[in-house]
């Protein structure tokens, strides 16, 4: 499949190849839904609407959500893990659908695309960004004669799934390098599962693929491009939920968005050392068939004030599918892709 993006590209991906997906579930069951009050308040003293919080997780990782759990933030409600996270837009369907009460993190131009085609989901706190020092980017083979954007012309990249980051980032790169649009649409990309593009790249299936940690660690392996190169330190994925969820269970999501954005502040605060050891306690807790490896090479997840958002965040990618010609100019606003609301971490921190 090209890499050629079609202007109803996203709504297509959203709305009908992933809601014919099915959630890889583990045998977990989803929790009934509750609709009457709990007799338990949130952090703001509201009485909570529910206690059971349903959400994605990926092997091997430690989401803001998980640790926000561990710490304590978000008792008494509790989570439900129902499945694994192989993607933004898989995550923000589920959540529209309501399989999950909360997306996996998403990349945040992913957000802007289905809320202008009137997706009813709004992002309510941050959930990654791209800090310097981590070493996670898009890799060749160490012998590889691809060094600039026009050696990908008639090559294959690795994405974890079409309509996210990766395709996002891959045709910005290419465009920097001069591509015109008929020689973007000759650069091909290969769906391969989370966790498969090394293998994948290795067995020379693909001619980029994204890497971090272990992968990197092994050699054989050279960087072409980072997030952070072309965009630097910015926010770059989110956490969105559907507007329905919010407007049953307002409170119950206030617990749940301070607690994430509580959690992302006791990262920054503490150690990496600190931090990893905490992960590595909070897999081995979960008791699922897991590998660790690559929870020491945490670097941070690169969001300040609590997981606050901002215009900024989601206007360089309005922009950039208005360039695009995915969106038309005025399409959609910046405040309308996200909410603040329901973050109290600033106002919980002040008390602590």
């Known amino acids: ?7 109803n590209h996203f709504n297509i991906l959203l709305y009908l190849f992933l809601g014919s997906m099915v959630l890889i579930l583990n045998g977990c069951n989803k929790s009934i839904e509750t609709t009457s009050a ?3 308040v949130n952090v703001l003293g509201e009485e909570l609407e529910t206690l059971n919080f349903n959400y994605l997780g990926s092997p091997g990782t430690v989401t803001p959500l998980e640790l926000a759990e561990d710490l304590g933030y978000l008792a008494p409600v509790k989570l439900n893990y129902v499945g694994i996270a192989t993607g933004g ?3 923000l369907q589920a959540a529209l659908s309501g399989d999950v009460d909360i997306s996996s993190t998403s990349f945040v131009g992913s957000i802007v695309n289905i809320v202008a085609s009137n997706a009813p989901v709004v992002a309510v706190v941050a959930g990654y960004g791209s800090p310097p ?3 996670k980017g898009y890799y ?3 012998g590889s004669p691809i060094k600039q954007q026009r050696d990908l012309i008639g090559k294959k990249v690795a994405v974890n799934i079409l309509g996210a980051q990766a395709e996002f980032i891959l045709k910005e790169w290419l465009k920097r390098g001069g591509l015109t649009a008929n020689e973007i649409n000759q650069v091909t990309m290969v769906v391969v599962p989370p966790g498969s593009g090394e293998q994948a790249l290795r067995q020379g299936h693909v001619d980029v693929a994204a890497l971090t940690g ?3 660690d ?5 960087i ?3 997030d952070w190169q072309m965009f630097g330190d910015k926010t770059l994925g989110a956490y969105a939920m559907s507007k329905r969820y919010l407007e049953k269970n307002p409170h119950t999501a206030q617990q749940v968005v301070t607690g994430i954005g509580r959690a992302l502040d006791w990262a920054n605060e503490r150690s990496r050392e600190e931090v990893i050891a905490r992960f590595e306690a909070i897999v081995a807790k979960r008791q699922r068939p897991e590998n660790t490896d690559a929870l020491r090479y945490w670097y941070g997840w690169g969001v300040a004030n609590g997981g606050k958002l901002k215009d900024e965040d989601f206007q360089i990618w309005i922009d950039w599918l208005v360039n695009d010609g995915q969106l038309k100019a005025g399409q959609v606003k910046a405040s309308q892709i996200y909410q603040n609301d329901y973050n109290f971490a600033d106002t919980i921190k002040s008390t602590d």
Request: net charge positive.
């Open 1 to 7: 499949m090209h890499i050629r993006i079609k202007k």
């Open 38 to 40: 709990t007799g338990e």
């Open 89 to 91: 837009p898989q995550g």
């Open 133 to 135: 020092d981590d070493n």
């Open 140 to 142: 060749v083979l160490e």
């Open 214 to 216: 272990p992968a990197i």
């Open 218 to 222: 092994r050699g054989g392996v050279r």
């Open 224 to 226: 072409l491009y980072r």
